[in-house]
């Protein structure tokens, strides 16, 4: 099994800055790397796959980058609506794993 | 629009069985997978397995063989989650999530399921 390690646990941001998650495979997984984004009480929505993708109706200022073991999301200007916890997924190998989590607080 | 519909919140004893349904509409049921994700309370996401809407073979992810069950109803374009025996450590938020090449979108507004005495 594939395991994926999100870092940090949670990261604090003024609006308007910029943050970056990272995520990390146990191993090479390629491109096969989705993000979501859950807000309490809600579903995941997806933000990203292919590792650098953005899923339909998902804003400019959220971006995705790496392959092999090492990710990253980036959220150039945080907005009031992007805070909440971000999980990466990998699709490369079965069973699906996803990492632990990144929530995104207001600093 | 794409949407996956699941049933309501469910009180259970344990011992007692529950059956969760995910009814998806917007698309042509049989195009893709349609899996399952746990979320503990305050946890992260878990996935559970999948199924294939063409054939209805299911696929278990290690620790929800036994007493979880996948199932369709094409006719409806419908996929249903069943939970034997439940226990109290299967509370737990349910979502199905259609799979496209990997990724899943979009996700059911998830089934809680509580296990209490």
């Known amino acids: 099994e594939i395991v994926m390690t999100q870092s940090p646990a949670t990261l604090s941001v003024s609006p308007g800055e910029r943050a970056t998650l990272s995520c990390r495979a146990s191993q090479s997984v390629s491109s096969n790397l989705a993000w979501y984004q859950q807000k309490p009480g809600q579903a995941p929505r997806l933000l990203i796959y292919?590792?650098?993708t953005r899923a339909t109706g998902i804003p400019a200022r959220f971006s995705g980058s790496g392959s092999g073991t090492e990710f990253t999301l980036t959220i150039s200007s945080l907005q009031s609506e992007d805070f909440a916890v971000y999980y990466c997924q990998q699709y490369s190998n079965w069973p699906r794993t996803f990492g632990q989590g990144t929530k995104v607080e207001i600093k | 629009q794409v949407q996956l519909v699941q049933s309501g919140s469910e009180l259970k004893k344990p011992g007692a069985s529950v059956k969760v349904s995910c009814k998806a509409s917007?698309?042509?049921?049989?195009?893709?997978?349609m899996n399952w994700v746990r979320q503990a309370p305050g946890q992260g996401l878990e996935w559970m397995g999948w199924i294939n809407t063409n054939s209805g073979n299911p696929t278990y992810a290690q620790g929800f063989t036994g007493h979880f069950v996948f199932s369709l109803d094409t006719s409806v374009s419908t996929a249903y989650l069943q939970i034997n025996s439940l226990k109290a450590e299967d509370t737990a938020v349910y979502y199905c999530?259609?799979?496209?090449?990997?990724?899943?979108?979009?996700w059911g507004q998830g089934t809680l399921v509580t296990v209490s005495s």
């Open positions: 999530a259609r799979e496209l090449v990997g990724w899943f979108d979009p």
């Open positions: 292919d590792a650098s």
């Open positions: 917007g698309y042509t049921f049989t195009n893709y997978a």
